[in-house]
Structure formats: structure tokens, C-alpha cells
């Protein structure tokens, strides 16, 4: 652990050459610190680049995409490699050899399994969302103005379900006061990546509920989603954030699980809660996450790895 004042001294003054990059399948909080960070360096003159895999568009309604870096990231020149909202190297979406070529690494996290796997780890496990991180780094040494701040409450906002999840703290409603001051439109940012959906994601979510099973007993509600039900609809997988947690809304549910069918034989399994640690559950199938939301992506039998999630959830919420 170092502090927030170690951390903006090493991002800052090491090196021009900076890669910022967060987890396969960002999402906002990913996307947002990626953004926010990257704005912010540009005050001390480096102009890093961000390595991002594919994002919901709604992500775009801040700015910072420019900084994307499009192609092979193996070669690039690299000073510093930033990981944010990562909770080991394996959910990086970056090459290996990249971060291993790095004079200096940084992790900034707040997910409580994070395995401290860089030089130089900032890892707090209270904050809500990796962006209430990245501002309490910045906000003593950078002017925070209102397109690093829409960045950074748009990962908040989303990591926190719209300020609804119990992480969210009386700190993490200050911080968002203070971004809203700086005069971005929030109301917008709230419209467009909380309540907004496009045509697919209606598609994926009203097939979702087609499929959607209880059991019973347990206060359990999933569905699941195949290859040839992603194919027939026409969704990507950016299209399917935010299904599982409406499953929660449902009088009388304890726990929710949305399953998606991959390409290469993996079960993605998303779990969400308001009762138990479905962090533990996702832990059993090398995943992880927080307490009330967690995910996994596993190699099985698409109906196999249904079936030994679910026994393992159930057993969690029953034994309670």
C-alpha cells in the first residue's frame, strides 16, 4: 500500500511513455477511470495511452476515447503501466509482455480480492468504485474541470447502481457533489448509462426474461442466454449490462444469476445479491468481485456450468 500522494508522484514522474488499461468487457467504472486518469495526466505534459477492449457506446457520452490506442499493443513503448479496476493481471486486457516490459506498474483497485500483483499496488477495498480512488489521488495535485469529473461520476454512478448499492457512502455522495459542481450535465450521464437502452439491449433483455426460472425454495431467480440466442437476436456482448439486476427487483429474490454461453467452451456467469457474499460463489469458479456482485467466466458444459453454480448458490443462500 502506498499513498495517494506516493501514487499521483509515480504516475506523474515516471516516464513519457504511459498505458493506462483496465479489464476485459469494461464498464463504466472501468471506462471512467481509464478516462478521468488519463485526462489528468495530461496536466504534468504525458499523453498516455489507454488499451480498451470493446465498451458499451453509451460509455462515449463522456469524453476521452481519443486516447484509445487502436492495434497491436505489444510493441508499444512503455514507461509506466497503469491497471485499473483489475483484480489480478488475468482480467487485464493488455498483452503480458507489455506489463512485464514496464520500468514501473501500478494497480489502483478497490475489489477485495485484489492480489497486489504490481510494483506498486493502491488497492481500497471501502471506496464504492475505482474512481472514487482515482479522485482522491488527483484532487490534491490536479485541477479536477468538468470532463475529468463527468468521467469520473459516470463510474461511480454505475459501480454504485445509480448510488442504490450498499457500498455507496455518505464520502461517496460528497465526491460526487463536488464533481457535480464543476457544471457537466449529470442528468445527462445519468440518462444515458443508467436508464437509456438501445434496440439490442431491449432484444437481450426481453429474451433474458423469456428465459427467466426460479428456484423456489432457495429465492433464486436466472436465466441464461446461448450462443444461438445471442446469434438470433443480434446482441454483443456490450449489449447485456445491467439484466442481472433486475432479476433483484423481483418481491421475495435473494440472489440473481444471468448465464452467457461463450465461443470457447467458458461458462460467463454474472451473480448479484443484497442478502449474501456471492463473491465467495464466484471465488469457487476462479472469479471474483464484491459481495453483492460478483462474476466468473469458467471452462464447462454450457448446462453443466449452470448446474454446479446454481448448487453452490443455492447452498449459500439456504445456509445463510
Known amino acids: 500500500m502506498f499513498s495517494k500522494y506516493d501514487a499521483w508522484d509515480i504516475m506523474s514522474q515516471s516516464g513519457d511513455n504511459v498505458v493506462i488499461a483496465t479489464h476485459h468487457g469494461p464498464d463504466g467504472d472501468a471506462v471512467g477511470a481509464c478516462f478521468a486518469l488519463a485526462q489528468a495526466l495530461i496536466t504534468s505534459g504525458i499523453y498516455p495511452k489507454i488499451i480498451l477492449d470493446k465498451y458499451n457506446e453509451k460509455f462515449d457520452v463522456v469524453k476521452g476515447k481519443a486516447f484509445i490506442h487502436h492495434g497491436d499493443a505489444t510493441e508499444l513503448p512503455c514507461d509506466l503501466f497503469i491497471a485499473v479496476d483489475c483484480a489480478d493481471f488475468s482480467r487485464v486486457h493488455a498483452p503480458r509482455t507489455l506489463f512485464d516490459r514496464a520500468k514501473i506498474t501500478v494497480n489502483i483497485d478497490h475489489h477485495i480480492n485484489n492480489g497486489n500483483f504490481a510494483r506498486h499496488n493502491f488497492v481500497d477495498t471501502t471506496a464504492a468504485s475505482t474512481c472514487e480512488i482515482i479522485f482522491n489521488i488527483i484532487n490534491m495535485f490536479v485541477p479536477i474541470n468538468k470532463y475529468m469529473a463527468a468521467a469520473l461520476y459516470m463510474g461511480m454512478l454505475t459501480d454504485t447502481g445509480g448510488f442504490r ?43 433474458a426474461l423469456q428465459n427467466l426460472k ?107
Open 165 to 207: 448499492y450498499s457500498a455507496t457512502t455518505p464520502k461517496t455522495m460528497e465526491i460526487a457533489g463536488l464533481l457535480m459542481s464543476t457544471g457537466f450535465d449529470f442528468g445527462g450521464i445519468q440518462r444515458e448509462v443508467i436508464f437509456s437502452k438501445s434496440k439490442a439491449e431491449v432484444a437481450a433483455f426481453t429474451k
Open 214 to 320: 426460479y428456484c423456489e425454495d432457495s429465492g433464486i431467480a436466472f436465466s441464461a442466454l446461448t450462443l444461438d440466442d445471442m446469434a438470433q437476436i443480434g446482441v454483443k456482448r456490450t449489449d447485456l449490462e445491467g439484466i442481472v439486476e433486475y432479476f433483484l427487483d423481483i418481491r421475495g429474490i435473494e440472489a440473481a444469476a444471468l448465464f452467457l454461453e461463450r465461443e470457447n467452451g467458458h461458462v460467463k456467469v454474472s451473480l448479484r445479491s443484497h442478502a449474501i457474499d456471492v463473491s465467495k460463489v464466484a471465488n469457487r469458479f476462479d472469479g471474483g468481485g464484491h459481495k453483492f456482485a460478483a462474476a466468473a467466466d469458467f471452462e464447462a458444459g454450457f448446462e453443466e456450468g449452470k448446474k454446479q453454480v446454481l448448487e453452490i448458490l443455492e447452498q449459500a443462500v439456504l445456509y445463510a
